[in-house]
């Protein structure tokens, strides 16, 4: 099976990569993530990304496009959550690429996060999928998110702080209660793993 599998960042595609790897998926990684903001942000994801494929030997396409004006209006108009727009923008994208090129289907490493809405995901892969006529490959990839975060710590990669666009840039600041003082039991659980992790491996805090 020849993939091509969309990647947001260097520490969401750790997990998905190896896996596929593993499988024997003939796969390609593509960055195009036109909504990461600002572009100081975008080069650091772009470049983590490109460490993680040169350290593995992972194909990598890279797509600089920057079109923050169209994202942003696009965010902004849509109907339902702004997430949904740049799930679908990405995915069209990538849908047209892999059909364009040949690959037997698309997937994207957005699918390795709990943080994600996968609903959204899977519908805006499986509209792209038919509009450009190349299957969209679905795995829940969050089975191994921890070990994506692990594998991202032992190589060095640069972690990000939020999702991407400038909203969710801002909304990393507000503070509310849950924020301050009330931490869910799953992210306490991922925080005293990610520590352990950096005990073990000696590594700084990202």
């Known amino acids: 099976m020849k993939m091509l599998l969309h990647a947001c960042c260097g520490p969401c595609a750790c997990y998905p990569a190896q896996k596929l790897a593993k499988e024997g998926v003939d796969f390609t990684i593509y960055y195009y993530n036109p909504n990461i903001h600002p572009y100081r942000e975008f080069k650091k994801r772009l470049s983590a990304l490109r460490q993680l494929c040169e350290n593995n030997d992972y194909r990598l396409i890279i797509d600089k496009t920057y079109c923050l004006e169209e994202c942003v209006k696009g965010m902004l108009a849509e109907d339902t959550v702004r997430c949904a727009f740049c799930y679908r923008m990405r995915l069209r994208q990538a849908a047209y690429l892999a059909a364009k090129e040949g690959y037997d289907c698309f997937s994207t490493t957005l699918l390795v996060s709990p943080y994600q809405k996968h609903d959204l995901i899977r519908a805006a892969g499986e509209n792209a999928a038919e509009e450009f006529g190349v ?26 702080g939020y999702c991407g666009c400038v909203f969710s840039e801002r909304d990393r600041y507000k503070i509310d209660k849950k924020s301050a003082g009330e931490e869910t039991p799953e992210s306490v659980r991922i925080t005293k793993k990610i520590s352990m992790i950096r005990e073990k491996s000696s590594l700084p805090y990202l």
């Open 135 to 160: 299957p969209f490959y679905y795995e829940d990839f969050r089975t191994g998110y921890e070990k994506g975060v692990e594998i991202s710590l032992e190589e060095g990669l640069y972690r990000q």
